[in-house]
């Protein structure tokens, strides 16, 4: 049984990806301005799995595709009803509508068996190259009665005119193209056979793409011609660049959604980026929710220019939305990020971590580093880094002014004298009795007054081990006294040895 909704039929758009390999970006890109032309319009978004080619897809591929749409939150609005819910179409079980449609064609003699080896393919492909000319079947089997063997379609000489959503009037010479495989039987249909015979049994009005299809849009358009099908309108969306403009490719770098997900991005934050490669609303506003995307999104306002994937700005974009995240709720997120240990500790103890840390991510799985010395046991310490100011910080102190391993020393014991008095163990009264002590230490050594750090930044790096970390304070109240107290003391040991 086919679960349908009842939504406006008029509009109806799909997503058909080959589950020969994980989620790529841009197919989910593509994914994405689908669905928001379709709910722009009351349309509808279907998902339609083109596994056709038996060797290559694999299942595990299927369920990939269907996970990380659903993690992006772009549903599909119709298909095969699978414990209640829409499951996506499935070419593999299309097979005897296809087969139909070739038989078909084979009756009316716009298509026949072509029994030409691959060797004898090569060697004319081979021989028209070295004249010069673009290599096409040159239609040996056309007029032959062969009963076996692949399946071509007569490709007639004409010029092919359609008017492209985003890149307007185009015009191909099909002269150029040759008679091409459509099936390499009557129950194994190739892509461009099979891709308009779902686009018109399933009533497709737009086919939004990428660029790379572009070429393929005449066969497509020939083929609805031979069979008395509608044409759809399409439109052919931009390359997805690298930033050196190069095209972005499976060998190079992150280019699953899976990678993204797994790395900690959220789907919100992919979904605002991924509109912008290729579009833009026009205005200065870069932080759109799917829903205001529904609103706002326009292919005419898509470029034909390549798209730059800028994974800066896609870190900007998720940091922001880490920002924006409830506590407790990125807090649920973090947790697969942290160790084992962090299950135990109370909630409350974890969302502070969680907490504190939050302003420098830019994405979940930063937190594994930046957290990683509340759950150490023993820290490692740099002699150097104890030292302010510290070896990053560019500009030195005024002679007589840089901190040796004594003034250290003294510092963090300094620290420590200051912290066993303190009774309520909360980051107001640590804050208050270290920045009262930050000023008389500073005026007993002869520092700035107003340069806390010569106190402030052994103590920090005492309680992380780390150049980059939230402030003492902060870290001091989550730590614990004990800890706290543990940690300064082992730095001060690690200097003398």
Partial sequence: MIKKSKDN?????????SPTGPLHIGGARTALFNYLFAKQHKGKFILRIEDTDKERSKLEWVQEIIDELQWLAISWDEGPDIDGKFGPYKQSQRIEIYKKYLEQLLEEKKAYYCNCSAEELEAKRQD??????APKYDGTCRDKNNTSGVIRFKISNKKVVFEDLVRGKIEFDTGLIGDIVIAKDVETPLYHFAVVI?????QISHVIRGEEHLSNTPRQILLQEALGFSQPIYGHLPLMLNPDRSKMSKRVGD???SDYHKAGYLPEALINFMAFLGWNPGTEKEIFSLSELVKEFSLDRVQKAGAIFNVQKLDSINSFYIRQKPIAKLTALCLSYLPESAQKMPKKTLEKIIEISRARMKKLSDITVMTEFFFAEKLAYDKNLLKWPPPRAGSRPEAGKEM???????????SIDTLKG?????????????LEKSTEFNAKKGYPAENRGYLLWP???????????????????ILGKETTLNRIQDAIDSLNK
């Fill in 198 to 202: 779902d686009d018109h049994e399933m």
């Fill in 255 to 257: 280019v699953a959604v």
């Fill in 9 to 17: 039929k008029d509009v109806r758009l799909r997503f058909p990806p």
């Fill in 422 to 434: 303190i009774k309520k163990w909360d980051i107001k009264n640590i804050e208050k009795v270290l």
């Fill in 459 to 477: 103590l920090r790096v005492a309680l992380s081990g780390k150049s980059a970390s939230p402030g003492p304070f902060e870290i001091a109240e």
């Fill in 128 to 133: 028209q190259s070295s004249r010069g000319l």
């Fill in 404 to 414: 040796g391993d004594n003034d250290i020393k003294e510092a963090l014991e300094t």
